[in-house]
């Protein structure tokens, strides 16, 4: 393929759709195993094909770097990003808010639990 003005006008065109400065060939990959992994589990293919995955990635980097800004619009009049920001972003959306607690206080929990085997491990060793 040639770089023509018309060929590097359109890949631009394509990188700045899909929410990336970089040109999808020079792009670093993210998500690409966990993506491939996901989709096989939502019922694709084992080994989806590349430009699918890359697709699925660019929409996920672009969700996530949108809230991700519109949390630091909320957070910057406070002075400081919260957990709850985003939450306040993704609550008219069940279950998304649902699995977001859930994910959170399963992390409580680990936390917790950590801090009872690290304090344990240290009696032992006393």
């Known amino acids: ?23 999808q060939e020079k792009r670093k990959t993210l998500f690409q195993k966990e993506l491939q992994h996901m989709m096989y589990g939502f019922g694709d293919e084992q080994n989806p094909l590349p430009e699918t995955v890359a ?3 660019d929409i996920v980097v672009e969700y996530v770097t949108d809230l991700t800004h519109k949390a630091q619009e909320i957070g910057s ?17 069940l279950p998304k808010l649902n699995r977001c607690r859930e994910l959170l ?22």
Do not use: H, W
């Open 55 to 57: 697709l699925v990635e």
């Open 1 to 23: 393929m040639s770089n023509t003005p018309a060929t590097a006008a359109a890949s631009s065109s394509k990188s700045k759709a899909a929410g990336t400065s970089q040109p």
């Open 77 to 93: 009049k406070r002075g400081r990003l919260l957990v709850d920001d985003f939450l306040y972003l993704i609550r008219k959306d």
């Open 105 to 126: 206080a399963m992390q409580e929990e680990l936390k917790q639990a950590r801090k009872a085997f690290d304090v344990d491990e240290k009696e032992l060793v006393d």
